[in-house]
């Protein structure tokens, strides 16, 4: 069992060096991308502080379909392109949103959301999907989140099968 423990005084980096590593460990004996997707997700909704969303949206086709997540229910189906997730699968970049209300096209499936980041799963140059976390703080990521949080998504592309979860 993995204990998240969260500790104010540690910076970012410090807390996604030791999450990204707890990570590690729960992926070196799983492969399969659903389940590592899942614990991913559960654990940063656990450990990072200010969030009221963590999920996963997979490529089928053009539009992006809700994979595992924490938090309220969510929009199932967003068009590549269309809000944040949309415009970073279709840009395949990390965006970071310190105002969603300041966003063109903004999609709130949960009106207590103020900011918002968004990571590409990038495999072999190859879109998979994006990594969407959401926080009722405004201004609530930055650059240290982007970094670690993009890490997490390489320690889950490396480690896991992903060849079920989008087409």
Not at 5 to 12: P, T
Not at 99 to 115: L, Q
Not at 136 to 146: G, I, L, M, W, Y
Request: hydrophobic content about 50%.
């Amino acid at each position: 069992m993995f204990v998240v423990e969260r500790s104010d005084a540690a910076s970012k980096a410090q807390l996604y060096a030791e999450l990204n590593q707890q990570l590690a460990s729960l992926f070196a004996d799983e492969a399969d991308g659903l389940a590592n997707a899942a614990n991913l997700v559960a654990l940063l909704y656990e450990a990072l502080p200010a969030l009221n969303w963590a999920g996963f949206y997979f490529l089928r086709g053009r539009e992006l379909v809700l994979g595992p997540f924490q938090g309220k229910v969510a929009c199932v189906r967003i068009a590549l392109g269309r809000g944040v997730c949309g415009a970073a699968a279709e840009k395949r970049e990390t965006i970071v949103v310190p105002d969603v209300h300041a966003f063109p096209g903004h999609i709130a499936c949960d009106a207590a959301s103020r900011s918002e980041i968004v990571i590409p799963l990038l495999k072999d140059g190859a879109l998979l999907g994006v990594l969407d976390l959401d926080s009722p703080e405004a201004a609530r990521f930055d650059q240290a989140d982007a970094e670690g949080l993009g890490e997490a998504v390489q320690l889950l592309l490396a480690a896991s099968d992903m060849s079920r979860l989008s087409s």
